[in-house]
């Protein structure tokens, strides 16, 4: 396959439509923690606010700039944050790492929509971008964790 080929089939319509509509960008006024991540390749960033309730994502706030794949890991991240743990916000961080670099099943639900980016497995300088989202939340949980033991 062509790269030309091989660039439509990674930046496909669904790609593109949650990188349009990514939800959760109001940054927060208040959050325990904020984190923002960089991707040295590219340098596409997420800053990441949180608030932490019984130890549950209870409020989320971000600011992506970031490709297209970085920008549609976002929304789905986003779209799914809400009431969720940190070992369950890890265990999706560790399986989309597999799942891109060791060519591993997409991530369990509730953030199974990263399987769309599926075809960004060839393209290794695309990697970290799409990691950033859960990077800088699971680094988010763990500093609002620590603040709130201190």
Known sequence: MSDNA????????????LAADIPQTVRLDNPQATVKRRAPLCGSTVTVDIVLEDGKIAQFGQDVKACALGQAAASV???????????????????????????????????DGLKV?????????????????????VEAIETAEKTACA
């Open 77 to 111: 991240v986003a779209s799914r944050i809400i009431g969720r743990t940190a070992s369950e916000i890890t265990k999706a961080r560790d399986q989309l790492s597999a799942m891109l670099r060791d060519g591993g099943p997409a991530p369990d639900a509730p953030f």
């Open 6 to 17: 091989e660039l439509i089939k990674l930046y496909s319509g669904q790609i593109l439509a």
């Open 117 to 137: 980016l599926e075809p960004a497995r060839e393209f290794k300088n695309r990697h970290a971008s799409i990691l950033l989202a859960l990077e800088a939340t």
